[in-house]
């Protein structure tokens, strides 16, 4: 009895030391899933296809999931499979409950998160909650009367009132946020396409029917949310005019749309109904403000909001990084990591499905050097602290497509921005010359898995045309090449994973004034990593004041080293002794 209680004792000490040791730690350091995740994005139109009907499905990524498992990632992001007339890509959702019919059913999605789950994968799905489709249920009895009980799920403006406050949208040929409805006289707001109505926020049963979509996904055993778009939820239903400075400026009337009044009330409303019951759950503000400041808001976890902010300023550089400038590009990472080296947490991404392909905008994709800026610019991802977002085919190095013809183009925005600028008798070709850099439909052609018919994505005509380099840029290939830029990927994961500097080091830049070179250490617990990259395509020194001769290069891109001097798109990662 007597030792039992001794036991006891010691039992509950040792427990009390360890719970007094994690709360002693900074939230930066204590340990959680999706810090420590890799999380590849599928964008599921270009992923796959298993039916031959030229679109990627359910079951197709399903067929693939051995090769997503091959990669050493943690976690999916899914874009959106939400039933939808697809205005946008399935960012226009009809019905939050069920799959759009292009990419399967239920039954099928059940499937797939079996078999991810057995894989030991993570699901993330988008929440598109900003706006809905404007064939969704309740805007279709929405526009039906002024006394529609959903009447308030949407903001509307009576026409006797006058035309209402101008507000931009980011996909109206006019980039007119109101879209008049004669069946109610009234106007409706849409930040995005007129078919994607923005949804009130300000009425709590529109909140209440979020949440409810929020636990049924999260019931059917999903890993969290990406929140898009959750930047614009909250608005001023009174709609006062824009200040007049910044009326013909979208960068300053989006700024202008991120600071709606009760953005933060909801988002802790939703957490204390929601997410407070799914803790282990990821959640990710995408477009989290525009300073640190203003990210921290999101994922500060005495706020009780979300846990990984996922913001802009580091791909909003214009058409690619070295019109930007290498030097105030570190600048940005760097403050950013300040405000959050001691709580929060970022995330770390070069690419998505609204950019371009990461070599393109952020290395060099000529054949002589897109190998190897694409190894360099994994090797960033993969190293600097925060999540790892990574975009499907990045992995490849795929690179844009750069359509000649606006008929190429499936975008609303792009389609919808030429029709604008016809009307007003703009430069047409011009637009398209900077589309075939900045289109984000660079980064949505369908997947090259293989040599064969339309690079083995489908056996039908693609919804979206192939890059025409399949032929030497897949998968397949890649798989057969100890050296290629898909097992460099794999490489960078795996050590990721080994190196838990590399996920909650302190991270400090070095040669900070150099045009041509990102270095910075990675430190944690005495284990303290080089990081080396040369972003320009010719040799490159640098000045750091750390001893490296004795040191270690633990994974590179070259073969063989020059002495302090990169050379064109090197990365060099180094175990410092």
Do not use: C
């Amino acid at each position: 009895m007597k030792n039992n209680i001794l036991t006891m004792a010691f039992i509950l000490l040792a427990t009390n030391l360890v719970n007094s040791q994690k709360a002693e730690l900074p939230d930066a350091l204590q340990k959680k899933w999706w810090k420590e995740a890799v999380v590849y994005q599928i964008y599921p139109r270009s992923f796959k296809d298993s039916n031959g009907d030229g679109v990627g499905d359910l079951k197709g990524i399903i067929s693939k999931l051995d090769y997503v498992k091959s990669l050493g990632v943690d976690a999916v992001w899914l874009n959106p499979i939400y039933a939808s007339p697809n205005d946008d890509n399935g960012y226009d959702i009809s019905n939050y409950r069920e799959i759009m019919k292009d990419f399967g059913t239920m039954e099928d999605f059940d499937v797939m998160l079996k078999e991810m789950h057995k894989r030991g994968i993570k699901l993330i799905m988008d929440l598109v909650v900003n706006h809905s489709s404007d064939e969704n249920k309740w805007f279709q009895e929405s526009r039906k009367s002024r006394d529609n009980k959903y009447r308030d799920y949407y903001h509307w403006w009576p026409a006797e009132k006058g035309k209402p406050p101008y507000r931009w949208s980011f996909f109206d040929v006019n980039s007119n946020a109101w879209k008049f409805d004669a069946q109610t006289n009234s106007y409706y707001l849409h930040y995005f396409s007129e078919k994607q109505p923005d949804l009130n926020w300000e009425n709590p049963k529109l909140r209440q029917e979020v949440y409810a979509i929020m636990k049924f996904w999260l019931d059917k055993g999903i890993d969290g949310f990406r929140m898009d778009a959750f930047q614009f939820i909250s608005k001023d239903n009174t709609f006062p005019d824009l200040p007049k400075e910044i009326v013909n400026t979208p960068a300053a009337i989006i700024k202008y749309y991120l600071n709606g009044p009760h953005l933060h009330d909801y988002i802790q409303e939703m957490n204390k109904e929601v997410l407070s019951k799914y803790p282990n759950a990821m959640t990710v503000a995408e477009g989290a403000g525009d300073s640190p400041e203003a990210a921290m808001k999101f994922v500060d976890p005495d706020r009780k909001e979300l846990n990984i902010a996922y913001h802009f300023e580091s791909v909003d550089v214009g058409k690619h990084l070295k019109d930007f400038g290498l030097v105030k590009y570190k600048s940005i990472f760097s403050k950013y990591d300040d405000k959050f080296e001691d709580k929060g947490w970022l995330s770390i991404f070069l690419a998505n499905h609204d950019q371009p392909r990461m070599v393109s905008k952020f290395g060099n994709d000529t054949p002589q050097f897109r190998e190897l800026s694409s190894k360099m610019l994994s090797t960033f991802v993969l190293t600097m602290r925060g999540t790892p977002f990574y975009y499907n085919g990045d992995e490849l190095g795929m690179d844009n497509i750069r359509f000649d013809s606006i008929e190429d183009y499936q975008d609303v925005d792009t389609r919808n921005k030429y029709i604008g600028i016809k009307n007003k008798g703009g430069d047409l070709n011009a637009f398209l010359a900077i589309q075939k850099q900045s289109s984000r439909e660079n980064s949505r052609t369908p997947f090259q898995w293989n040599t064969e018919k339309n690079a083995g994505f489908t056996t039908a005509k693609p919804w979206l045309k192939v890059n025409p380099n399949y032929k030497t840029i897949n998968a397949e290939a890649q798989e057969k090449d100890p050296n290629s830029v898909l097992n460099y990927f794999r490489k960078l994961v795996k050590l990721r994973k080994q190196e838990p500097a590399l996920v909650y080091g302190k991270y400090t830049l070095l040669d900070k004034e150099n045009p041509n070179v990102f270095a910075y250490t990675r430190e944690l617990n005495g284990k303290k990593i080089l990081v080396l990259l040369n972003f320009s395509e010719k040799n490159a020194p640098y000045n750091i004041k750390i001893p490296i001769a004795k040191s270690k290069i633990i994974l590179g891109n070259y073969k063989i080293k020059k002495i302090n001097i990169l050379q064109p798109y090197e990365a060099q990662i180094i175990e410092l002794k």
